[in-house]
């Protein structure tokens, strides 16, 4: 089992930034690609990004590109979203997501192991 605990949900006003931590543990030698999720009220859960854990490739949601990275630390286990020019529209529940398989999926039904969330609240 793996388990990942999501920390550094706020709220902040339009334009504003944010850093997602996310920390593994457990049997993190199975997990391939480590990605960001999102669920705003009311919305079906939404893909914003991922990262390959061994190579570092990375892939975006077309809406957060330019606004939001994602990255690794090998050392602490853990993945991290920089979120920029944040928008009320960003404004959702943030879920750290991992999936055993090394292909980047954007689809929830493809990752194995789900944090907590975070709630991000961006007002205008």
């Known amino acids: 089992q793996v388990q990942l605990n999501e920390s550094g949900g706020e709220s902040v006003q339009a334009g504003g930034s944010l850093r997602l931590s996310c920390a593994a543990s457990g049997r993190t030698f199975s997990i391939y690609t480590r990605g960001w999720f999102r669920q705003a009220p009311g919305k079906e859960r939404e893909f914003v990004a991922a990262?390959?854990?061994?190579?570092?490739?990375?892939y975006y949601t077309d809406s957060v590109k330019g606004r939001f990275t994602i990255s690794r630390d090998f050392a602490k286990n853990t993945v991290y979203l920089q979120m920029n020019s944040l928008k009320p529209e960003d404004t959702a529940v943030y879920y750290c997501a991992a999936d055993r398989s090394s292909r980047i999926h954007t689809a929830p039904l493809d990752y194995d192991y789900w944090g907590q969330g975070t709630q991000v609240t961006v007002s205008s």
């Open positions: 990262i390959s854990w061994s190579s570092g490739n990375t």
